[in-house]
């Protein structure tokens, strides 16, 4: 091999490595990405429960000697809201647990004295010097397993009257916060060394085949966690994506060609620094989708969550406003909370679909033979429309391999509009299925008030609504949805229908969805 081929390789080597590096560097960034994203819920999810122990023990000072019929309704109103727990107790001034909610899971807590275990006796001891909600590490719970306390002091008149306190499983409240993340990533929370919990969607490598992990302290209250999150097998490959090893192969092949000519190098080169290039760009470009999808997953659920969060908070506020005041608020008012608790449910229910729309076609779910007769009579008997009214099968239907889920969805979205638009509670709705070679066509069709042509675009689109959500409840988002999921299966959607003559939606589905995405040139069914 000669001084050109040599140098040539050692290039060759430098450039792997540089890739390698940079490859390492992505996946670190993405993993920190993720801790932080850990750290967000985390904090949000423990700040809404010491907002909510801070009210329950304000409550109790305000009311003074509340009875205990009344505090385990209020109790009983906390642990439906939330989750995680374990129990909610109310401690007396000496430390003993007085009364427990629930009962049933905690018999060995009642009656028990905090003061026989250190930790929690510093923690009370802290709680009553300090006025504020104190958090104690982990501990070994009395019902067993592990888990953390929150400590609301009571006082009257600035004379300590107890505690209120809150007792959480890691387990149960760490599944419920992590439960919607990514399963791409492994996550593990450590308080001084030892391992409080930790959650896979994927079998762990073991630590030396998988040196790759992200760490960071995560303090809240005084007590510091360690969270770490480990990549999937999967993850890493989809980051890595073999482009050093490409590389190095592409490189060394050319050193050697190099090496028998230099005719041949000036030849070769040239071609080869064209077809580096091309393989780089469109590496970029498959590594970018790849990233923006998995960006917009990670965003589209934060932004469902992060915006949840306040929407119930808002929602319980207007409840706890309505408890305390119902004989002093005037009857405009009561009905102004009413709305504003129904307006409450309908954003949460805006943002589910909005959540949906964003992940169809992105998210596999495995194939299943469907025997769509059934799926429907499931459909209805899920919306439980007027005994007046008749949904009636015409024909045979067909059996399909798709993704059961989805074609759920286009069903439910169809009749259920058709349902809830009805202008007649003895409506009838009628559902039949064509073949068309790789594809069936099924039309569901009602005889409701109809759609004027002019809004058979329009009904399709993000948010659009031919009624006030006052006059028919919903988002706006059903048809859009269904015509994301139907095109995401190289289906096509289709209106037919006029003012006071039912509406007809016909939409293609294809036989079997495992070769939709083999044959991206199958022929697709044009409407008549």
């Known amino acids: 091999m000669n001084a050109y081929g040599i140098g040539s390789f050692v290039i060759t080597i430098c450039f ?31 700040d809404n429960r010491v907002m ?69 006796a510093s923690a009370m001891e802290k709680a009553r010097q300090t006025k504020t909600v104190v958090m104690t590490h982990a501990v070994e ?15 009257f008149d600035n004379s300590s009257q107890g505690f209120m306190l809150w007792v ?32 896979a969607h994927f079998s762990e490598p ?61 030849v070769a080169g040239r071609r080869a620094v064209s077809l580096l290039a091309e393989n780089r760009e469109r590496q970029l470009a498959e590594e970018e989708l790849g990233r923006s999808n998995s960006e917009l997953d ?30 002093q608020l005037p009857e405009k008012s009561k009905e102004h909370l009413l709305k504003l608790r129904q307006r409450v449910v309908r954003m949460e229910a805006l943002l589910d679909d909005l959540l949906a729309y964003s992940r169809v076609g992105r998210k596999e779910e495995e194939l299943v033979e469907i025997k769509t007769e059934i799926l429907i009579s499931d459909v209805v008997e899920f919306l439980s429309p007027p005994q007046e009214f008749r949904v009636e099968i015409q024909g045979k239907l067909p059996i399909v391999r798709s993704q059961k889920t989805l074609l759920e969805l286009v069903f439910r979205n169809l009749i259920g509009n058709a ?67 139907v095109e995401s299966q190289g289906g096509k959607i289709e209106l037919r229908s006029d003012e006071g003559e039912g509406a007809s939606f016909h939409f293609t589905w294809p036989k079997n969805a495992g070769r939709v995405n083999q044959d991206k040139n199958q022929d697709k069914v044009e409407y008549a």
Not at 60 to 77: I, Y
Not at 141 to 155: D, R, S, T, Y
Not at 213 to 226: C, E, I, L, Q
Not at 478 to 483: N, R
Request: aromatic letters at 10%.
């Open 52 to 120: 909510a122990l801070r009210r329950m023990a304000k409550r109790w000072e305000s009311e003074r000697d509340t009875s205990k019929e009344l505090w385990e309704q209020d109790a009983s109103q906390h642990y439906q809201d939330l989750s995680g727990f374990q129990a909610l107790e109310w401690v007396d001034n000496r430390g003993v647990i007085r009364w427990i909610y629930p009962t049933k899971g905690n018999e060995e807590a009642l009656n028990f004295d905090l003061k026989l275990k250190p930790d929690r």
């Open 419 to 485: 349902i809830k638009h009805h202008h007649r509670k003895d409506g009838c709705i009628r559902v039949s299925a064509t073949e068309i070679g790789a594809v069936y066509e099924f039309v569901v069709t009602d005889d409701g008030p109809g759609i004027a042509p002019r809004y058979h675009e329009k009904i399709f689109q993000m948010f659009q609504r031919l009624k006030s959500s006052d006059q028919v409840e919903g988002t706006g988002m059903g048809l859009a949805l269904v015509k994301r999921v």
């Open 141 to 155: 719970l009395v019902q067993g397993g592990l888990g953390f306390l929150l400590f609301a002091p009571i006082f």
């Open 168 to 199: 959480f499983r890691f387990q149960a409240l760490l599944d419920v916060t992590f439960e919607r993340l990514p399963p791409d990533v492994a996550i593990s929370v450590k308080e001084n060394g030892k391992e409080l919990y930790r959650f």
């Open 16 to 46: 792997s490595t540089a890739l390698a590096n940079q490859e390492e560097l992505a996946i670190t960034s993405r993993l920190e990405a993720h801790l932080e994203e850990i750290s967000h819920l985390l904090r949000a999810e423990l």
């Open 298 to 327: 990670r965003f589209a659920y934060v932004a469902s969550h992060d915006l949840k969060a306040p929407l119930r908070a808002i929602g319980n506020y207007a409840e706890w406003i309505e408890e305390d005041a119902v004989k």
């Open 206 to 266: 073991s630590e030396t085949e998988q040196p790759i992990k992200a760490s960071t302290d995560f303090y809240y209250s005084g007590v510091s966690w360690k969270l770490s999150v480990t990549p999937s097998a999967k993850f890493l490959a989809e980051e890595r994506g073999g482009l050093a090893l490409a590389g190095l192969i592409v490189g060394s092949i050319f050193s050697v060609l190099l090496a028998l000519s230099m005719t041949l190098y000036q």
